[in-house]
Every structure is written in structure tokens, then in C-alpha cells.
């Protein structure tokens, strides 16, 4: 008999401070954007939060912003593409903390380049699929093993809603998303009695220094990173399998019902707006570098 199934609780406080006070949450990418906003507002309901992604000085201070509001914070500096450091950090913080109650998959990199332009570029799609999905599935295998054993845990991912749409030029990160989203599906079955959930996010269009070179970005529809958290802490909260926009749910309907249809009109839609050759990436600095026009690192 399954020992642990999910039994609704209609009465149950759904409040963020009852699901996060005094769990430990990991969340990478934790420096800016999305990462920063939702581990402040983790932070400020009473969470030991542990801060990660490549720049420390940036981590010290959301540290320091988490302490103003009253909340515990820990930093761990990790190159989240280099898996013997992933596994040094992860065994750090599970020996100073004892577990990870939830995991945040926050950190990642996007590439926009069109398929034409990418021939001869396999390395674009070796390094977006190192971090977006190797490196997520490095600390889930870290800290899964602590959580079915409590009998208690949640993973959650932040993916896009250029999963659901199928995004073109963007062929790198969705490919590298929707790998963890396999991976993820493929593993919910085994672990749903231990008391542990998976959550997808699919994030709309953020406005981090991620997207920031991508000027045509300006002109389209985007939410701030604190509306991004929010959308996080839902997640957190109602632990569901998948957390989306209307227009994302939309975009998966339409595609599973008229692939070649949605194909065509996202074709056209993709004509009004020029491609570039480009790499499209920023590094941890948070600015391009020389040539670069893109987004980059979500970290």
C-alpha cells in the first residue's frame, strides 16, 4: 500500500509562510532576477534559505537583503556547469544543513540562434543542455535521497513558456528544458509516495538581465521578477505538477491538436522579427561581452 500518497486538504493553511517556515529551501540562479526575488520573499516567511550560483559578492548581497527582512540565508558560490563542483557543494550544504526540503531549479542560459546559424555550432547545444538539465539533475540526485527519506520534499523546476509554444531560434534552451521535463515526468512516479513533488514552472517572458540584450524583448509582453515569484510561491504552496499562463496552456492545446498548423502560423510570426548570427549569451558579470547579443545565464 502506498505510504504516502497526497491526500487534498481543503482545509489545510495555504498561506507561503506555512509551506516554507523552517524548511530549508536550496534555489540557484539566486544572484539576480527570479532566483533573487523568490528566495527574498522565501526568505521573509521564515525559510533557511541557501543561496547559490557562480558569484559570491552578488549572493552576500541577497544574503544581506534576506537578513534586513529578517530572514536566514546561506551562501554557497558553485559553478553549476562543472559537476565535481556540484557534488563538493551539494555535500557541503547537506552536511552544515542536514537536507534540502525544496529545490528551486532557477539557474539556466538560453541561446538565440536559428537553426541555419547553428550547423556548425554543437558546443551552443552541449553548454545549454550542461546547465539547464545536467546540472538540475546533479543536485536532484544529491538531494532526492534526504527527502524520500523524511518522507517529505518538492522539486521544483523553472522552465518557459517557449516550451509550450516551441519557440523558434530557440531550439538550444527549449531542447535543454524539455529534457528536464522528461526527466522529471519519468522519475514523478516513483518518488509520489515518499511524500515527494515535482513542480514545472513555465515562466512568460521575465524581465531579468537575461533577456535584457534582446531588444525586441522591449516591445513585448513581460512580468517583473517579483511577479515571477509569485508564480513560484504558488508553486510552492499548492505543489501542482505543472505552473502556467493562460497563453501557455493554450499553446500546448493547439499544438497537440494541430501541430503543422501552429507550426505554420509561428513561422510567419517569426518572419516579423529578423534573426541574428550572433552567440547569444552573457556571462556571470552580467554584461555581453564583445559580440555578444543575447540572453545568457540565469545566475
Same mark, same amino acid.
Given at each position: 500500500?502506498?505510504?504516502?500518497?497526497?491526500?487534498?486538504?481543503?482545509?489545510?493553511?495555504?498561506?507561503?509562510?506555512?509551506?516554507?517556515?523552517?524548511?530549508?529551501?536550496?534555489?540557484?540562479?539566486?544572484?539576480?532576477?527570479?532566483?533573487?526575488?523568490?528566495?527574498?520573499?522565501?526568505?521573509?516567511?521564515?525559510?533557511?534559505?541557501?543561496?547559490?550560483?557562480?558569484?559570491?559578492?552578488?549572493?552576500?548581497?541577497?544574503?544581506?537583503?534576506?537578513?534586513?527582512?529578517?530572514?536566514?540565508?546561506?551562501?554557497?558560490?558553485?559553478?553549476?556547469?562543472?559537476?565535481?563542483?556540484?557534488?563538493?557543494?551539494?555535500?557541503?550544504?547537506?552536511?552544515?544543513?542536514?537536507?534540502?526540503?525544496?529545490?528551486?531549479? $532557477? *539557474?539556466?542560459?538560453?541561446?538565440? +540562434? %536559428? /537553426? !541555419?546559424?547553428?550547423?556548425?555550432?554543437?558546443?551552443?547545444?552541449?553548454? =545549454?543542455?550542461?546547465?539547464?538539465?545536467?546540472?538540475?539533475?546533479?543536485?536532484?540526485?544529491?538531494?532526492?535521497?534526504?527527502?524520500?527519506?523524511?518522507?517529505?520534499?518538492?522539486?521544483?523546476?523553472?522552465?518557459?513558456?517557449?516550451?509550450?509554444?516551441?519557440?523558434?531560434?530557440?531550439?538550444?534552451?527549449?531542447?535543454?528544458? $524539455? *529534457?528536464?521535463?522528461?526527466?522529471? +515526468? %519519468? /522519475? !514523478?512516479?516513483?518518488?509520489?509516495?515518499?511524500?515527494?513533488?515535482?513542480? =514545472?514552472?513555465?515562466?512568460?517572458?521575465?524581465?531579468?538581465?537575461?533577456?535584457?540584450?534582446?531588444?525586441?524583448?522591449?516591445?513585448?509582453?513581460?512580468?517583473?521578477?517579483?511577479?515571477?515569484?509569485?508564480?513560484?510561491?504558488?508553486?510552492?504552496?499548492?505543489?501542482?505538477?505543472?505552473?502556467?499562463?493562460?497563453?501557455?496552456?493554450? *499553446?500546448?492545446?493547439?499544438?497537440?491538436?494541430?501541430?503543422?498548423?501552429?507550426?505554420?502560423?509561428?513561422?510567419?510570426?517569426?518572419?516579423?522579427?529578423?534573426?541574428?548570427?550572433?552567440?547569444?549569451?552573457?556571462?556571470?558579470?552580467?554584461?555581453?561581452?564583445?559580440?555578444?547579443?543575447?540572453?545568457?545565464?540565469?545566475?
Amino acid at each position: 500500500m502506498p505510504r504516502n500518497l497526497p491526500i487534498p486538504n481543503p482545509l489545510r493553511d495555504r498561506s507561503l509562510r506555512a509551506a516554507v517556515e523552517g524548511k530549508t529551501i536550496l534555489i540557484t540562479g539566486a544572484s539576480s532576477g527570479i532566483g533573487e526575488a523568490s528566495a527574498i520573499r522565501v526568505g521573509r516567511n521564515g525559510a533557511k534559505v541557501i543561496l547559490v550560483s557562480r558569484t559570491k559578492e552578488k549572493l552576500d548581497a541577497v544574503r544581506s537583503e534576506i537578513e534586513e527582512v529578517g530572514g536566514e540565508a546561506h551562501v554557497y558560490p558553485c559553478d553549476l556547469t562543472d559537476s565535481a563542483t556540484i557534488e563538493a557543494t551539494a555535500e557541503e550544504v547537506l552536511a552544515e544543513h542536514g537536507g534540502v526540503d525544496i529545490l528551486v531549479n $532557477n *539557474a539556466g542560459m538560453s541561446i538565440r +540562434r %536559428s /537553426i !541555419a546559424n547553428s550547423y556548425d555550432r554543437l558546443h551552443d547545444f552541449e553548454r =545549454t543542455i550542461q546547465l539547464n538539465y545536467l546540472g538540475a539533475v546533479a543536485l536532484i540526485l544529491k538531494t532526492l535521497p534526504g527527502m524520500r527519506e523524511r518522507g517529505f520534499g518538492h522539486i521544483v523546476n523553472i522552465s518557459s513558456m517557449g516550451v509550450q509554444i516551441n519557440t523558434p531560434r530557440f531550439s538550444a534552451y527549449v531542447a535543454s528544458k $524539455n *529534457a528536464l521535463d522528461g526527466f522529471s +515526468r %519519468s /522519475i !514523478a512516479s516513483e518518488i509520489v509516495d515518499d511524500g515527494v513533488a515535482i513542480t =514545472t514552472v513555465y515562466m512568460p517572458l521575465v524581465r531579468t538581465p537575461m533577456i535584457a540584450p534582446t531588444t525586441f524583448y522591449n516591445s513585448m509582453p513581460s512580468i517583473s521578477p517579483e511577479e515571477a515569484s509569485t508564480m513560484v510561491a504558488k508553486a510552492i504552496v499548492n505543489r501542482p505538477k505543472k505552473q502556467s499562463t493562460t497563453g501557455g496552456r493554450i *499553446a500546448e492545446i493547439t499544438y497537440s491538436a494541430a501541430p503543422k498548423v501552429q507550426d505554420a502560423l509561428i513561422n510567419g510570426a517569426m518572419k516579423l522579427f529578423p534573426g541574428s548570427g550572433v552567440d547569444a549569451r552573457i556571462p556571470s558579470g552580467g554584461s555581453p561581452r564583445s559580440g555578444d547579443a543575447s540572453d545568457g545565464p540565469r545566475d
